[in-house]
């Protein structure tokens, strides 16, 4: 773990969840943070010191949830406006408005998906275990992998081809931006939750499936994955492998 | 309905939506605009020039979904990112990045909120009827309305509280806000969809009532609601008022 920096991230210390978007992107850029959840308590780490923040308000807050990220007096919260944030300042991206507006919607979208993705084991309350509503998530999951996954993913395929300044190898500009970064994320998640759904459909997804490698082999992003930073996915975040919701 | 303007906007033209949200800003600023989809087709509306809108390429599309919003060459999609571009150039949001940045988390917690709004209905998929899934709706919903409305309307109300420059009256800055606009609009679809529910807890809730009935009387926002460019609440929507889910 990262000890010192100027980047202090707060999310719940045993998911990647919506943090792990976070987490790319300081990993990929080699930006100093700490990751403070993660740290033990003696050392001002701790999910005490994450739920404590939610409720100052001299950042900014009150704050609804994580992830959060405190940059000196600033802290902010929401994935995709932690991302935005950081996107120009981690050379993540471009800085011209165009492509930062670009960059903004396109991450706001994969926050959709993430919703959709989670309420597929959970669509009757994340209040409630995945135990108690599996009937539903039978019944939503079936169609969230029949006709929204292919939508989601058949749409960032769309945007890769678009590009053709990055000759499809990049969502934004023609260099590494945090959006590629989630898309890696959003198809190592998928690969890891609906490994069936995703053989299935690949064929049509080159340039994802393309980008997915490419990124992966980022040095920066290769040396994180292989560390113990990288969380493992496991059945308590967003992408949870359930092998009955995914025939 | 504004024939011409600066800005054009593209949404659903029979519900207000999430395109509600971007409208509010327009009409209480003041701004010209166009609600494109509105139009008949003789004038250049209408739905499929939402839809052809969408695949565009040249402004920073592909897009996912309406509302769109188009400025000369710049075209954005997502309703937060659309305020977040249109707040500064309204008047609606401070210029200084801690508020710019501010106002951004707490419209995507909106917009979030506004995704489980609309599931409480469509717990299982949006490509279905609520007749289809009504007994998922009633136990989706009704952990809704005990535990989820409660726990954003109260953080809201929070925010509220916490920005004691402004004495609880407004919920970024000094003045009206794009936020304002949003929680002006969350109370009143909760008021519409589940009247009983936020009957209950208003009493806890007195920044947000408030600020209900003064954005309502902002005239430019009064002259808006009183007019046809007012879509009225409705089932196709987001908010839905079906009683049995507001026991």
């Known amino acids: 773990m990262v000890t010192r920096g100027s980047y202090e991230l707060f999310y719940w210390p045993s998911i990647q969840g919506r943090g ?24 001002g780490g701790g999910v005490k010191v994450l739920t404590a923040l939610l409720a100052e308000t001299s950042g900014g807050g009150p704050f609804f949830a994580p992830p959060l990220l405190r940059q000196g007096t600033v802290t902010l919260s929401q994935t995709g406006a932690i991302l935005q944030y950081l996107g120009p300042r981690l050379g993540l991206c471009p800085e011209d408005e165009a492509s930062r507006v670009k960059a903004n919607h396109l991450q706001l979208t994969v926050s959709d998906f993430l919703v959709e993705v989670h ?15 599996k009937p539903e998530a ?54 890891y939750a609906f490994p069936r759904a995703l053989a299935r459909m690949t064929g049509k997804l ?42």
Chains 1, 2 share one sequence.
């Open 138 to 191: 039978s019944r939503r999951a079936d169609l969230f992998v029949t006709n929204r996954i292919p939508k989601y993913l058949g749409y960032f395929e769309r945007v890769l081809e678009s590009n053709a300044a990055a000759g499809g190898r990049h969502a934004v500009g023609a260099a590494l931006s945090y959006v590629d970064l989630s898309f890696f994320q959003l198809m190592s998640g998928v690969g």
């Open 206 to 247: 080159p340039l994802l499936v393309a980008l997915h490698e490419s990124v992966a082999a980022v040095p920066a992003v290769a040396a994180y994955l292989a560390s113990p930073r990288r969380i493992p996915f496991n059945e308590h975040g967003i992408f949870r492998h359930y092998p009955e919701l995914d025939p």
């Open 119 to 133: 309420d597929a084991h959970h669509p009757i309350a994340s209040s409630l275990y995945y135990d108690d509503q």
């Open 20 to 43: 792990e978007f976070v987490r790319l992107a300081l990993e990929a850029a080699g930006a100093p943070y700490v990751d403070v959840a993660r740290l033990p308590a003696e050392q």
